[in-house]
């Protein structure tokens, strides 16, 4: 059957409307490509020209430097002085820091001297090296200046480029080679940061024999010596070495380093034989096409669609008017069959039914799809019950079904798709989207119901839908928020996750960038911007960054942002950004804190205190400087020594492996003392902690304190506790200590001697224990609590000389000396302990007792004496006197005392007298009675002599009598405290000596008659 030619000619029209559509695409996409391509070209012969001329003016620059260089070095004849030499070369280094050295060779190859090694101290050659054979040949064909193939440095690995000069004696012979070597990085550094190597491109120069002196970026997979060590085979050699070096150019073909697949550019420098390259990727012109040609390409096909969805919706309107027009032609059954067919070659199940709802056509397509037949539906009620088993939902369906139907024929509202679970012939359940459309006018009734299967497209959505929940539970888990920035409209779309990491719900945050930017740490922000804004103008692959934002709450949250660029304009400026946000906020704390341990670790480590050491398999491996310091070496000595070095000798050494491995086999941690040896060779103490650090590796680590001090501490302690112990258990006087209740803790041997109780009886006793019998010295009882110790605990006071008397068991009543001194030890400033010494006094007081007597006795004599009795110095000075007369000499109480004899006597009987005293002194003989002429004073017509002089045994004093029977004596007055005070003295001190002479006739009672020199001659008084 024949298309209609309605038909023919739309299709016609579409055929070459869709011819044109390709052509369109087709020059389009080479259009684009072709200028693509031409601009990358463009930009690469821009940045070769400029980069071309900076290279060969350094290197012309270079070259008249060498130059230069070298006449200096021949400027004084033509053979160089190598010290001057050295100089110059410094001098030419420090004026080009970029070169990793300067040269100076001999004609043979021979290095002379470098700017980093003086004359004399080098001993290499070049005279095997091939670049170097090759400049030698070219000076020989007159070129003095060249550029010499790369060399791998065999110590440091820097690939260098030696630029040489030669120097000619006056006969034309070369004589000297100057050298400067660059380093491939510096020619690197043109290179780093020009924007064609952030799109994978290549620059590099190449000399004509192949060898590449400098390349950006330096391929990773390949080592230096692959890159600079062999010549070059690539696409661009083949085409210089074919064209034969041409000025400027291009090539495509291989990379002898990247790969197949490059668009090479060249330029060759003018005044030099290198030529420069940027080698760009094929694929990055093509990504750069595709990014300019997608929007028109993604247009046109959205121009063919549309042009095919008019296509085929003129199609079918040309058929539909074609079959009304031969459905009035051929009446309503021809109709109905062309009808059938469009629908029978519909892919979509489709029904028609009349306005009777009986179900007039089903295609092959819903057979297929539900297994069903025209004969088995005779009606759409029927369709439902089978479609829709369950009732209640079929009616909620149905419902909705005839309201759409209903507005369809009204035009009440536009037909709209209806989503139906329905029950095929074989049980199985799908999901169908059901649309309907009127075949005639609304008044007929008949209409058109297709059915699309969506089963796959909801199982698909269901998965989707589970995917992206999975999806951001494992964000939730993880702590992360996604994010959506559109740069033009400064629009930001964020997930519930983003909002929640900083405490907030999606309707709570403005959704603009530059809200995000308000709630960055003001110290963090200036960097987050400039690495976005590093990666938004394509410096960066992709964007990241650890900052804080504050949290709702208040507080600051640590987040890592992750971001790419996604979308760009045609001319390159970022549309949309994507990324994530996690929560790092824990791992910051952890970091801090580990950091903070770190510092301690550190700390405990560098500390100048303890020292510190590390041991395996009993060497040392590691050491601090306190450890080091403590043994006197310095940490480097010690490392790799055995441990033995610290050991006084071998059976310490075994003896401490024995006791330490044993414990650290266990885990367990060994603390001790131990003696080491120090550098010097002393010894000293230290308290040393170890333990194992690892299961398997056999390393202990040891913690040092030095202890000397106080190890000398505690024996000097030790020895004061035994001195004191000696002391204390030998000395006289008995001590007691009792603590605060009173009760005693201690005594020493001379305390339980003194008191007559055991050393078990005495401790726990306290001083109002009623055994003790203790009296004072008035004979009363003297209480417990008034005991000297129990005093001083109470007031915290020190008492001395308390004298107590005590009923010792066996001894009867003893006297004591009693001395209390606390011990403090309380906040509240009460002693805690006091100590009690207390010495035997009896005998004392008993002595005490008769001198006491022997005091009364004499006091009774002296007072017997009728004399007047002087006590007088060796210097005539008069101390004391004596006299029972009220007034012998009419003088004031103590009116002589301290005076000389002067004062009493006339002056020839004083100087007399006192010459007597001398001479009885100095001889320390008996009683002298002076030879002196009648003397006398007047005083009221008396005259008075001394009768006799005693000088005392310890020749300080004498003593003088005279007669109380004076007459008209005065002058004197007696003082009867003074007088017995001196006579107290002088009885304690010279008992033996104190004899005083009576008047002629008379006897000294207190005397033996019989003492030496007694004279029983009288002494007459002289009258005046």
């Known amino acids: 059957m024949h298309a209609p030619l309605s038909i023919k000619n739309l299709n016609r029209i579409a055929g070459l409307l869709t011819l044109l559509l390709v052509a369109y695409a087709a020059a389009t996409a080479w259009y684009n490509w072709a200028d693509e391509k031409a601009a990358a070209l463009r930009d690469m012969a821009t940045i070769m020209e400029m980069e071309a001329r900076a290279f060969d003016n350094y290197f012309s620059h270079l070259e008249l430097a060498l130059k230069g260089l070298g006449d200096d070095l021949s400027s004084e004849g033509e053979r160089i002085d190598l010290d001057r030499a050295y100089v110059l070369v410094r001098k030419f280094h420090d004026l080009y820091p970029e070169l990793y050295n300067v040269t100076l060779i001999q004609a043979d190859g021979t290095v002379l001297l470098t700017a980093r090694n003086p004359p004399r101290t080098v001993h290499a050659t070049l005279a095997g090296e091939a670049s170097f054979i090759h400049f030698v040949d070219a000076v020989a064909q007159g070129q003095l200046f060249g550029i010499g193939r790369p060399l791998l440095a065999k110590i440091n690995k820097v690939v260098i480029v030696p630029v040489r000069h030669a120097i000619k004696d006056r006969q034309g012979k070369l004589g ?136 085929r919706d003129a199609l079918r309107r040309q058929r539909a008017w074609d079959i009304e027009d031969q459905r009035l032609k051929d009446a309503q059954q021809q109709s109905e069959r062309r009808l059938r067919s469009i629908i029978e070659a519909l892919p979509v199940p489709t029904v028609i039914s009349d306005a009777q709802h009986n179900v007039t056509y089903v295609n092959a397509a819903f057979t297929t799809a539900f297994g069903y037949q025209q004969r088995e539906l005779p009606s759409l009620a029927e369709w439902w019950v089978r479609a829709c088993p369950d009732l209640q939902y079929r009616q909620s369906v149905l419902d ?20 139906v679970q329905v029950t095929t012939k074989s049980g199985e359940r799908r999901t169908v989207l059901t649309t309907m459309s009127l075949l005639a ?40 928020g996604t994010w959506e ?74 987040v890592l942002a992750r971001g790419k660029v996604v979308e760009r304009d045609g001319a390159g400026e970022p549309v949309r950004v994507m990324g994530i946000t996690f929560d790092i906020t824990e791992r910051k704390q952890t970091e801090a804190q580990l950091e903070t341990l770190l510092r301690e670790q550190r700390a405990i480590l560098d500390s100048p205190v303890v020292g510190i050491v590390k041991v395996k398999a009993r060497v040392i491996v590691w050491a601090n400087a306190a450890f080091a310091r403590m043994l006197g070496y310095s940490p480097e000595e010690l490392i790799g020594q055995p441990t033995r070095i610290a050991y006084p000798n071998d059976e310490s050494y075994e003896a401490f492996g024995q006791l330490v491995y044993p414990i650290l086999a266990r885990g367990e941690v060994l603390r001790t003392e131990l003696q080491q040896r120090r550098k010097d060779g002393t010894l000293g103490w230290y308290e040393i902690g170890t333990g194992r650090l690892g299961l398997e590796n056999g390393e202990a680590l040891g913690a040092f304190v030095d202890i000397s001090q106080r190890k000398s501490a505690e024996l000097a302690l030790r020895a004061s506790e035994e001195r004191l112990r000696i002391i204390f258990q030998s000395m006289a006087e008995g001590l007691v200590l009792q603590c605060r209740d009173g009760r005693i803790v201690d005594a020493n041997p001379a305390a339980e001697a003194l008191l007559g109780l055991g050393r078990e009886q005495l401790l726990g006793k306290t001083s109002v224990d009623p055994q003790w019998c203790a009296i004072r010295e008035d004979g009363t009882p003297f209480p417990g609590d008034e005991h000297p110790g129990m005093v001083t605990l109470r007031t915290g006071k020190s008492l001395r000389h308390q004298i107590m008397g005590i009923k010792a068991p066996g001894h ?18 009460l002693p805690v302990q006091v100590i009690a010494t207390f010495v035997d006094v009896t005998e004392r007081r008993l002595a005490e007792a008769e001198i006491l007597s022997t005091k009364n006795q004499l006091q009774a004599t002296l007072d017997a004496i009728p004399d007047v009795l002087f006590e007088v110095g060796v210097d005539g000075r008069i101390h004391s006197y004596h006299s029972q007369r009220s007034d012998p000499m009419e003088t004031s109480t103590n009116g002589f005392v301290g005076k000389t004899l002067f004062a009493v006597l006339p002056a020839d009987a004083a100087e007399v007298c006192i010459d007597a005293i001398r001479v009885a002194v100095d001889k320390g003989g008996p009683p002298v009675t002076p030879t002196v002429c009648p003397c006398h004073r007047e005083k009221g017509g008396s005259s008075f002599q001394p009768h006799r002089w005693l000088p005392p045994r310890a020749r300080f004093n004498a003593l003088s009598c005279f007669p109380e029977t004076l007459p008209n004596a005065s002058g004197l007055r007696p003082n009867s405290s003074r007088r017995r005070a001196r006579s107290k003295t002088s009885t304690t001190m010279r008992p033996a000596a104190i004899t005083p002479w009576g008047p002629t006739g008379s006897t000294c009672k207190s005397m033996p008659r019989n003492w030496p020199g007694w004279d029983t001659g009288g002494m007459r008084w002289w009258e005046g």
């Open 400 to 419: 909705t079904w005839y309201a759409r139907l209903a507005g369809l024929r009204s035009h009440a509202a536009p037909s709209q798709a209806l989503e």
């Open 812 to 829: 009867g009543l003893r006297w004591i000396s009693i001395n209390s001194q606390p011990v403090f030890a309380d906040e509240q400033g």
């Open 485 to 558: 920035w559109v740069v033009p409209s400064g629009e930001l779309r964020f997930s519930a996750r983003w909002a929640a990491l900083q405490g907030y719900t999606l309707e709570e945050l403005p959704r603009r960038i530059e809200s995000w930017a308000t709630r960055v740490f003001p110290d963090d922000l200036p960097l987050v911007r400039e690495r976005l804004d590093r990666h938004l103008k394509g410096e960066t692959p992709d964007y990241e960054s650890e900052h804080r934002l504050l949290h709702k709450n208040g507080h600051w949250v640590w």
């Open 441 to 480: 006018l609304p008044h007929d009734g008949s209409h058109l119901t297709t059915w699309y299967d969506i089963t796959q497209r909801k199982a698909m959505e269901t998965l989707l839908a589970d995917r992206e929940q999975h999806l951001e539970l494992a964000l939730a888990g993880a702590a992360m």
């Open 176 to 311: 000297y080679i100057v050298s400067a070597n660059l380093t491939h990085e510096h020619l690197q550094s043109y290179w780093v940061d020009s924007p064609l190597t952030a799109r994978a491109a290549a620059i590099g120069l190449i000399r004509d024999s192949g060898f590449l002196l400098s390349r950006y970026p330096v391929p990773a997979n390949l080592t230096l010596d692959q890159i600079y060590g062999v010549p070059r085979t690539g696409a661009l050699i083949h085409h210089l070495r074919q064209q034969g070096f041409p000025e400027r150019g291009y090539v495509e073909g291989p990379s002898s380093l990247d790969g197949p697949d490059f668009l090479t550019a060249f330029r060759r420098l003018p005044t030099h034989p290198l030529t420069l390259f940027i080698a760009m990727p094929l694929s990055e012109i093509r990504a750069a096409w595709w990014r300019r040609v997608s929007g028109t390409g993604f247009a046109l096909l959205l121009l063919g669609g549309g042009g095919f969805t008019v296509y």
